[in-house]
């Protein structure tokens, strides 16, 4: 299963962008790229996944360039309540279970 | 949809008790996994099922762990003889696969149990 290498830990400020980059460079060709998000006391939320280029929902974008070796997650308009941690994850059908590694923590500031 | 749902929510007992974890799922998922997280880290998975079927255990589930999912619903987590080092938080997803799909399957947790052992 792919390693996932991330920043250990961010700050912002309410209102800002945040984007979090995620390294993958032993992606397999069948791999997607998933983001959970993780409150405290909480277990992981799902918030996005793609496989190549972009993708967008309400809560976030997923950015991915073409060598899929890394990808990054932005954040919109960052508030407080998006003070939690930060998963990325690599794995595709075929993979059952999830492999977290220790996250972003990111943290708003107001 | 009611979530998945873990009890107790939290858990003290002595060193070399037994405790007993459960988790309910999302009523139509028949997969289950347990992940177990301690302080700093992401989960780390422990089992899983399919229905009622134990399909991977992890290296990390000692003899002293043992789950059943025994008619394919809910689940039950249980660890002997408590450690200290078996102080975490033990989380419970499930998921519905996606069939042909290609995409991993969304995985969607429980509050957690939060286990202190003394």
């Known amino acids: 299963l792919a390693k996932t290498t991330q920043p250990i830990s961010m700050d912002s400020y309410e209102g800002q962008e945040v984007n979090i980059t995620c390294s993958h460079n032993?992606?397999?060709?069948?791999?997607?790229i998933t983001w959970y998000q993780q409150f405290p006391s909480q277990g992981p939320r799902f918030i996005i996944q793609?496989?190549?280029t972009k993708v967008t929902n309400e809560v976030a974008s997923l950015f991915i360039p073409a060598d899929r070796k890394s990808s990054t997650l932005s954040l919109p308009r960052v508030s407080l309540s998006d003070t939690a941690v930060y998963y990325c994850?690599?794995?595709?059908?075929?993979?059952?279970?999830?492999?977290f590694g220790t996250g972003t923590r990111l943290q708003v500031f107001p | 949809d009611t979530g998945v749902s873990q009890n107790p929510r939290h858990k003290i007992t002595k060193r070399g008790q037994n405790v007993t974890f459960r988790c309910d799922p999302i009523?139509?998922?028949?997969?289950l996994y347990w992940y177990r997280q301690t302080l700093g880290q992401g989960p780390e998975f422990l089992t899983y099922?399919?229905?009622?079927?134990?399909?991977?255990k992890s290296r990390l589930l000692s003899d002293r762990f043992s789950a059943e999912r025994p008619k394919g619903s809910f689940s039950t987590l249980e660890i002997q003889r408590t450690e200290q080092g078996d102080s975490a938080m033990y989380l419970c997803?499930?998921?519905?696969?996606?069939?042909?799909?290609?995409?991993?399957?969304?995985?969607?947790f429980g509050p957690g149990t939060r286990l202190l052992v003394l």
């Open positions: 997803a499930s998921s519905q696969p996606y069939g042909q799909a290609l995409e991993q399957e969304t995985q969607y």
């Open positions: 032993n992606i397999a060709t069948n791999d997607y």
């Open positions: 793609g496989y190549k």
């Open positions: 994850l690599v794995g595709g059908s075929n993979t059952d279970k999830l492999i």
């Open positions: 009523s139509e998922h028949n997969r």
């Open positions: 099922f399919q229905n009622e079927a134990q399909l991977e």
